[in-house]
């Protein structure tokens, strides 16, 4: 028997938002064009750079010309938005899903210290 609450088996449901995608894609490679993060996350160009004028409205990222294409930093010390997630820094979902955060200019850390999740502190860096 099915309610409204239970419904039909839904597919098509995912755990990340298309948001979260745009913001690993842009960690993963700080260059990359709109058009390669559409392709990559099955979305419009359209849709895509709402997300990123929204992560930016929103303090998540920052962008800066280079020659003829932006390069996107991601905020250091960005929060998650949901109230149950609210004291977590977005560095370690990243960290975990595109790789380590580094500053400009700073090497990458190990393999081995940007897999350790047993201490369970991210460090604070950028893109």
Not at 14 to 35: E, K, Y
Not at 56 to 67: F, K, P
Not at 82 to 107: K, N, R
Request: net charge neutral.
């Amino acid at each position: 028997m099915e309610s409204e609450h239970t419904g039909p088996r839904r597919n098509g449901w995912t755990f990340l938002t298309n948001h979260a995608r745009v913001l690993i894609a842009i960690a993963r490679d700080p260059g990359i064009r709109l058009r390669d993060i559409a392709v990559d996350c099955g979305l419009t160009e359209r849709t895509v750079q709402a997300i990123v004028t929204d992560l930016q409205a929103d303090g998540y990222l920052s962008r800066t010309r280079d020659g003829r294409r932006n390069r996107y930093v991601v905020a250091p010390g960005a929060r998650f938005r949901h109230p149950a997630e609210a004291g977590h820094e977005i560095a370690g979902l990243l960290a975990y899903l595109a790789g380590p955060l580094t500053a400009p200019g700073q090497a990458a850390p190990s393999a081995e210290v940007a897999n350790d999740t047993a201490g369970h502190s991210e460090p604070r860096t950028t893109v």
